[in-house]
T-cell receptor, first 113, second 113 residues
Framework: KAGVTQTPRYLIKTRGQQVTLSCSPI?????VSWYQQTPGQGLQFLFE???????NKGNFPGRFSGRQFSNSRSEMNVSTLELGDSALYLC????????????FGQGTRLTVV | GEDVEQSLFLSVREGDSSVINCTYT??????LYWYKQEPGAGLQLLTY?????DMKQDQRLTVLLNKKDKHLSLRIADTQTGDSAIYFC?????????????FGKGTHLIIQP
């Protein structure tokens, strides 16, 4: 059974650009959550999608957005990148929204220069 | 609001037991989790415990939950060099709220030969 797949693994962008990250959940899982990990703030919840609907959202500016497709794959987008957006972005997949067992992907390492 | 706290570092000798501690503040937590993160990797779900349980054992791992004191611990028996990683404690609140999983800052487990 394939795990959670995040692409790309690494990205370098310049300030002001936008970026799209992709997450393919475990087959059969319909809930996808996104987290940002930085040395200073640790792991912070961005948002959660279930059945193509955003169910929860963390405390991030509107530059951070996401969506989920009918096949449960999810993308997150960050517009007008800032240096502080440099982080490891992790996607978690779970069968439902209860988060009983959430499985994480390897993450996308975004560096903004 | 919720907060999850862990010590930043723990150093143990190979072959000894490691005990990683965590405290949380939200008494309505339903599930409490332990995740492992190796360098450059995503989060690996190690184990979780439902809030009405006191203990859960899985091979070398033992989780103890003291709900009264809001204290969670992870004991790793016979610690090996491959156990060297960052260990995150996380809590899940009923309904998820806007926060998804709330993580501690992580405990760096250092293994001495």
């Amino acid at each position: 059974k394939a795990g959670v797949t995040q692409t790309p693994r690494y990205l370098i962008k310049t300030r002001g650009q936008q970026v799209t990250l992709s997450c393919s959940p475990i087959s059969g899982h319909r809930s996808v959550s996104w987290y940002q990990q930085t040395p200073g703030q640790g792991l912070q919840f961005l948002f959660e999608y279930f059945s193509e609907t955003q169910r929860n959202k963390g405390n991030f500016p509107g530059r951070f957005s996401g969506r989920q497709f009918s096949n449960s794959r999810s993308e997150m987008n960050v517009s007008t990148l800032e240096l502080g957006d440099s982080a490891l972005y992790l996607c978690a997949s779970s069968f439902s929204t209860s988060n009983t067992e959430a499985f994480f992907g390897q993450g996308t390492r975004l560096t903004v220069v | 609001g919720e907060d999850v706290e862990q010590s930043l570092f723990l150093s143990v000798r190979e072959g000894d037991s490691s005990v990683i501690n965590c405290t949380y503040t939200d008494s309505s937590s339903t599930y409490l989790y332990w995740y492992k993160q190796e360098p450059g990797a995503g989060l690996q779900l190690l184990t979780y415990i439902f809030s009405n349980m006191d203990m859960k054992q899985d091979q070398r791992l033992t989780v103890l939950l003291n709900k009264k004191d809001k204290h969670l611990s992870l004991r790793i028996a016979d610690t090996q060099t491959g156990d060297s990683a960052i260990y995150f404690c996380a809590e899940s609140i009923p309904g998820g709220g806007a926060d998804g999983l709330t993580f501690g800052k992580g405990t760096h487990l250092i293994i001495q030969p």
